[in-house]
């Protein structure tokens, strides 16, 4: 998505991208029979809000992400598993464990020691990237309350769905695959795209909570690889030093979480 910014605007990539994601899902939706109907009026209300969410996190993330490191950017995204820990904690009445306390605090931790604020950094689309965690942790939080007999690719389907028609309305001009010169690049997002939301739906809806979410620190471990490569990023000491206080985190609470049947 980066690569491409510099060629076609932010929501003709989105609509692109879109297109397809929307084709693979209702593809795989089809062939597992999967019902396109929701009945209950609570659920499309919950499947329309996360979609709108999905959108606005979507948009505000891309233009952090365009005009910042991949690592910086994506190390702003590590306060989501405390957003969403305490979200949890509050609003949905799961009683916390001392370890998972210590896990996403260390973890946040290691997020901030990477952020710091003030730093030269970061500039002014770190407010759309803090936008975007907002928007995200909010997402996974109504996702919880989802009628566990809804298929996860059903909530995914119209995620992609809603935020290609949105991208289309927005999208000044129409572009096509054959006048954009990596579309291969716009392949490839739409696959990891797509496992992306079916998974991340998934997750949030059958496992607990306070413990998927510490896993999301992993997405800083996999920004600073891929912005060293394809960019030429090369992380600052604080950076690999917050980094590694983020794995001890996850190595902590999935060592703790090992012996949990539901785990």
């Not at 980066?2 to 795989?28: A, D, H, N």
């Not at 365009?66 to 190390?75: D, G, K, S």
């Not at 009628?147 to 096509?176: D, G, Q």
């Amino acid at each position: 998505m980066k690569f491409l910014s510099s060629e076609i605007s932010m929501f003709q990539i989105t609509f692109l991208r879109g297109l397809l994601v929307t084709l693979f899902l209702f593809s795989y939706c089809y062939f597992t029979k999967a019902s396109f109907f929701i009945r209950a009026w609570k659920d499309r209300f919950v499947v329309t809000l996360r979609s709108i969410l999905e959108v606005v996190m979507t948009y505000t993330f891309l233009a952090a992400l365009f005009n910042m490191n991949v690592a910086n950017a994506n190390a702003i995204l590590q306060l989501i598993p405390l957003m969403v820990f305490f979200g949890s904690f509050y609003f949905l009445r799961q009683s916390p464990r001392t370890y998972e306390w210590i896990a996403v605090l260390v973890g946040c931790l290691g997020a901030i020691i990477i952020i710091r604020p003030g730093a030269s950094d970061f500039n002014f689309f770190t407010i759309h990237a803090l936008i975007a965690v907002f928007c995200l942790s909010a997402r996974d939080l109504i996702t919880v309350r989802l009628n566990k007999n809804i298929p996860s690719n059903i909530v995914a389907f119209y995620s992609a769905l809603m935020l290609t028609l949105a991208s289309f309305l927005l999208s000044e001009e129409t572009v096509f695959f054959a006048e954009v010169n990596n579309s291969l690049f716009i392949f490839y997002t739409a696959i990891f795209v797509s496992i992306g939301y079916i998974a991340s739906v998934a997750a949030m809806r059958f496992g607990e909570v306070t413990f998927v979410s510490p896993f999301r620190y992993t997405a800083l471990l996999w920004a600073m690889g891929m912005g060293f490569v394809f960019f030429g990023e090369i992380p600052k000491f604080t950076t690999f030093f917050g980094g590694s206080l983020i794995i001890l985190a996850g190595i902590y609470i999935f060592y703790k979480s090992r012996e949990n049947k539901n785990a």
